[in-house]
């Protein structure tokens, strides 16, 4: 059983990376999962669990993921992350990752608050975005998918948690892809968004839900969930009463094109609407193992004498830069 809050978006997320990683028939002993701190590090630990897993310190975990890459780049690498995780503390680890096009798929899964500290607002929290006590947020929003975009990042994608069917070919793409796949999933918190003026949460509505009395006391909530048609757009009402747009990119959208995703991205946020689906993907981009000339051998497996040659060796190496 989850130990997160009944009706959380994360645990749908849970099972698409269940069903993806079934669909593709990865054996769990081939998948490496890590995470950092916060209520999406608890993620990984709710699929396979027979896999490799390392919960890092808060925003540390792609530091943990390029050493775990740099030493066995044949395993398939899952990191799970949250808007805090990623965009305050990690935001400088999570900007080398991309430079790096460290082979993995990073899923961010962004509510705009810090759940597993009572509610105060992420680094991707909208502006005027109202806190549980009232107060708004005066700073503007980092957007993941524009930062990956910015640096010369080689997959983007956006998605909702309640949106199985896109969700789960979009981790699929992500696991497939050569380089850092990073899909922002939209994850609604359901205990510390529950008020009037959230713009990324459910709140307990009036007519099926009684106010919590205790703070930890969460009751069950019915999970939203989201099915509409490529190039539309559908308005998702909360349990507040709110409402978010998603629109879903159209078949002659151009994923390769990066000034393009930038300024469908950039349009989407001005028209108050949330883009979702593979916003941009670079397959001729090499990914951190080829950059760097890693033998095909994992350096995990190599014997000692491969991985220390020795005194002579070192010194003939170091006369070279002399």
């Given amino acids: 059983m989850s130990t997160l809050c009944a009706g959380c978006g994360h645990d749908s997320v849970t099972g698409a990376l269940v069903q993806a990683a079934f669909e593709l028939d990865i054996p769990p002993h081939r998948m490496a999962k890590l995470s950092g701190i916060g209520c999406s590090s608890k993620t990984p630990a709710y699929f396979l669990r027979q ?7 808060h925003g540390r975990m792609p530091s943990v993921a390029t050493g775990a890459n740099a030493a066995n780049g044949s395993l398939s690498y899952v990191g799970v992350s949250g808007d805090g995780d990623t965009l305050s503390i990690g935001m400088g680890q999570f900007t ?11 899923i961010i899964e962004n509510n705009g608050v810090y759940g597993l500290t009572k509610g105060q607002f992420s680094a991707s929290a909208d502006l005027g975005s109202k806190a549980k006590k009232g107060d ?9 998918c524009q930062v990956v975009l910015a640096l010369g990042g080689s997959f983007a994608a956006r998605s909702f948690s309640g949106d199985k069917q896109q969700l789960v070919p979009l981790i699929k793409a992500g ?12 994850s609604p918190c359901v205990t510390f968004n529950d008020h009037e003026g959230s713009t990324k949460s459910y709140k307990f509505t009036r007519d099926h839900y009684h106010p919590a009395i205790h703070a930890d006391y969460v009751p069950p909530s019915q999970e939203i969930l989201a099915e509409y048609d490529e190039g539309s757009a559908m308005p998702v009402e909360l349990h507040d009463g709110s409402k978010i747009v998603l ?44 950059i760097n000339r890693m033998p095909s051998v994992p350096l995990a497996t190599m014997s000692y004498e491969k991985l220390c040659p020795g005194n002579d060796k070192l010194q003939a190496l170091q006369d070279r830069f002399r």
């Fill in 51 to 57: 896999s490799h897993g390392f919960n890092s310190v």
């Fill in 96 to 106: 080398h990752a991309v430079r790096r096009n460290l082979n993995m798929l990073y």
């Fill in 136 to 144: 708004a947020n005066q700073q503007p929003p980092i957007d993941p």
């Fill in 175 to 186: 696991l497939a892809h050569r380089g850092f796949a990073v899909i922002d999933v939209i």
């Fill in 247 to 290: 629109r879903k990119i159209d078949e002659y959208y151009d994923p390769t094109d990066r000034s393009a995703a930038l300024t469908q991205i950039q349009q989407a946020q001005t028209d108050g609407e949330i883009i979702t689906g593979l916003l941009y993907i670079d397959e001729s981009k090499p990914e951190m193992q080829e």
